[in-house]
Structures are given as C-alpha cells and as structure tokens.
C-alpha cells in the first residue's frame, strides 16, 4: 500500500505552551507533501521530524489567526535560503493574498522560486487542487474569522497484477499496462484469458479530513462520511461548552459526535486549549463517545488506512 500519512508539527492552541506548538501538520500522499497550517513553530518542527524542506509542494491556511500563518512568511524565506527554485503553492482565504505579496516583497526579496497564491472561497465545498494522486477539497467551517477544513482523497489506483499469471501465460512486458487497464489475453489458440484471472482489485481509495478551527457543525457529516482519518479540534472539555461557543470553537465530545456520526475510520483530537496541562481528561471525554479516538502530539506521525 502506497504512503498516506499525517505528521503533527503543532496541535495546540493560539496561546503556546511548553507540551504544545501553533497548529501544523504535514500530509503526505504518495510521497507527495503538503503542509496543512504553518504555525510559528512549523519549521523547527520539520527539522525535528526530518522532514525535506525542499519536498513540500503546497501549503494550506485554514483560516487567517496568526497561530494558523504566522510561520509561513519565515518558511518561505528559509525556502529561499536554501535555494529553491520550484514554485509554492499557497491556498489561502483570499483576503491573505495582497498581504502575503506585500510581505514577501519587504522580507523575501530576491526569491529565485515563485510562490502562487491560491485565493479560497471558504464558504464553498468545492476541490481546490487535483494531481494523479488526490484531490483536495474545502470543507467549509464555523469560525469567527472566515475558514475551511481541507478534505484529501486519495484517487484509486490500477489493479495489481498476478506475477503468477503473467509468468504462466508468458505474457510480455509490453502488455502490462493494457492488462492494469483492464485488457483480456489471448492465447495463440484463440483461448482468451479474462482480466480477473491477471489481476486483483487494488486497495480502496483512502481519505483524511482536516478540520481546524470550527464550532460544533453537524452538517459536516455528509461531507465527511466514511473518511478514513478526521483530524478535529477539541478546544475545551464539554464543562466549558459556554467557552467554546463564545469562541467558535468545539469540545472534545462534540468532535466525537461529529466522527460517530459520519462513521470515520478513526478520529484524531488537537488544537488543546492553553488552559489544559494534560490532554488526557479531552481524550477520554472523547472515546466516551468515539472509542477509536487518538489525541494529537508534536512528532507523531498516524497512518491513514
């Protein structure tokens, strides 16, 4: 099965603490690498997880709280330090675009790459980005500034061949990739061999919803049906449901509500509140409702499967 995982650089809150860094995440599909957020911390915490600078293709801003963005700005020029040279894509809400222009001309003068701002409209489910491998998707949220989860899917991929029928039938090389698209055989009898018989179904599609800063949205659950993976926060405990509500932010049950409902292979909490010392009493609020549920920590890597 083809990579598809989830590195946590950040999992905290807008307010830095000594167990928790600003909100990031690397996701990587099929060795193809995108930053999901970019925190203050972003790039000593890919140093810490050896991650390549020089490997992230995009960049996704959910929303514009300086806990979400603010280390874009000095990624990019560490970018240009190192001398990169391939475009950066950034997907941001639209109004971040003339000031991310206007920052990059003041800091980053001299850039030998170009980085491409991809204006979002946070209010719309719609893909945002496409290549051989995924798609991507905005998921759009209840925040108090605009803002949007992103949804990964994984494209399917071709069926895998029996090596053992290829072999026995001396199919050559030539055909492979006839036989993946679904090509029969035929012997030099005239016998044809069908397609079921050389190949296997492959591995279904997988997907990871991201969705980060958000009050509760039950109507979300269409759109998030099934995933594999669901990254949401879990701000507060649900005795500071009052909070949470005041902040445009949800609690620990109210993630897990949202992962029960949508019937998600798996629920992964962050974005912890300063005012907790230990996640552990968010976690077990959640798997209260949501037992396959895992909490957030800095260098953590989650399989998506």
Known sequence: MEKFEVTILGCGSAVPTLNHNPSSQVVNVRDKLSIVDCGE???????????????????????????????????????????????????????????????????????????????????????????????????????????????????????????????????????????????????????????????????????????????????LVPHLRGVNLLYHEATFLENRIERARYTHHSTAHQAALIARDAHVGQLLIGHYSAHYLDEQPLLDEARQVFPNTIAAKEGMTVPVI
């Open 41 to 219: 911390s972003t790039q000593l915490q890919l140093r810490k997880s050896k991650v390549r600078f020089m490997s992230v293709r995009n960049i996704f801003i959910s929303h514009l709280h300086g806990d979400h963005c603010f280390g874009l700005l000095g990624l990019i020029s560490t970018f240009g330090l190192l001398g990169r040279t391939l475009p950066l894509h950034v997907y941001a809400p639209a109004a971040y675009g003339d000031l991310l222009e206007r920052q990059i001309d003041f800091f980053c003068q001299g850039l030998e790459f170009k980085v491409e701002f991809h204006p979002l409209d946070t209010e719309q489910f719609q893909v945002i980005y496409e290549d051989r491998s995924m798609t991507v998707s905005t998921l759009p949220l209840d925040h108090r500034v605009p803002c949007c989860g992103f949804l990964f899917r994984e494209k399917p991929s071709l069926p895998h061949i029996v090596r053992e029928m290829i072999d026995y039938y001396e199919i050559p090389i030539s055909q492979i990739n006839n036989i993946k698209m679904g090509a029969d055989w035929k012997l030099p009898d005239g016998t044809i061999i069908p397609n079921s018989r050389l190949t296997r179904p492959s591995s279904p599609p997988r997907s990871y919803a991201y969705c980060s800063d958000t009050a509760y949205k039950p109507d």
